[in-house]
């Protein structure tokens, strides 16, 4: 599994990442296509899970995210994402409260999440209903975080389950859950951060809001990218 061989590489006192500009460039020496891998600002790797599933830890957290739906509502100003979190290694446990966690969108605004009363005011039947339809599996956990957890901030607005403001993150627990933020003006093309705050640290997900050019380009040469990405936080000998 490919976060198996990312987790390996946290021995990694600077690692940087992320997914970003998907205009391709050509060695003469490699067929195969490339991206610039922008930096976080943070130290943390990345993984390239899925078209539209991205990853990112440190040494303390592990953050993992499916965007399609979001992809799929340009122009609309509510954004969901899929999402899972867990700590690693000797992390204690960590209580996860709402406050920790923001969006960056391409202008460089950064967004709160969305209280559980304005996503329910909010109109976001049309959105849940396309994450219904349109999303991709986030099971790509480390081993040690086999026992399923619901990241409970936000609940469908079918379901009977209430949403809370608080979530305790363990090494065992595979933490999961839709998070929904509002975009004033609409989501537009071109790259986000998820942010989350742990105890010490931030983990800073990348996620590019693709152009039909680009999801085009993306799902061609998926492996050349991820081969890339896998190659860019390899061990130096």
């Not at 960056?104 to 049309?126: C, I, N, V, W, Y």
């Not at 396309?130 to 040690?144: E, K, L, T, V």
């Not at 040469?221 to 990405?229: F, M």
């Amino acid at each position: 599994m490919q976060i198996k061989r990312a987790l390996t590489l946290m021995i990694l006192a600077a690692l940087v990442s992320v997914w970003a500009a998907m205009v391709p460039t050509v060695s003469l020496a490699q067929a195969a296509p490339e991206v610039k891998l922008p930096q976080p600002g943070v130290p943390e790797a990345f993984t390239l899970e899925g078209k539209f599933v991205r990853a990112a830890y440190n040494n303390e957290g592990y953050v993992i995210l499916g965007y399609q739906p979001a992809n799929r509502s340009i122009g609309g100003e509510w954004m969901l994402l899929d999402v899972g979190m867990t700590v690693l290694g000797k992390t204690p446990n960590y209580t996860l409260t709402r406050d920790a966690i923001s969006i960056e969108t391409p202008d460089g605004k950064t967004l709160a999440m969305a209280t559980s009363s304005e996503q329910r005011a909010g109109g976001t039947q049309a959105v849940q209903k396309r994450a219904n339809m349109q999303r991709d599996s986030i099971n790509y956990f480390p081993r040690s975080a086999n026992q399923p957890c619901r990241l409970g901030f936000f609940s469908d607005l079918d379901s009977p389950a209430m949403p809370f403001d608080q979530v305790e993150l363990s090494t065992n627990r595979a933490c999961v859950g839709r998070l929904y933020f509002h975009v004033p003006g609409g989501i537009a093309y071109g790259q986000h951060w998820l942010n989350v705050k742990f105890q010490n640290s931030l983990v800073r997900v990348p996620f590019r809001i693709l152009t039909k050019d680009e999801e085009k380009f993306v799902g061609k040469n998926l492996k050349d990218l991820q081969k890339q990405v896998d190659e860019a936080f390899a061990p130096k000998s």
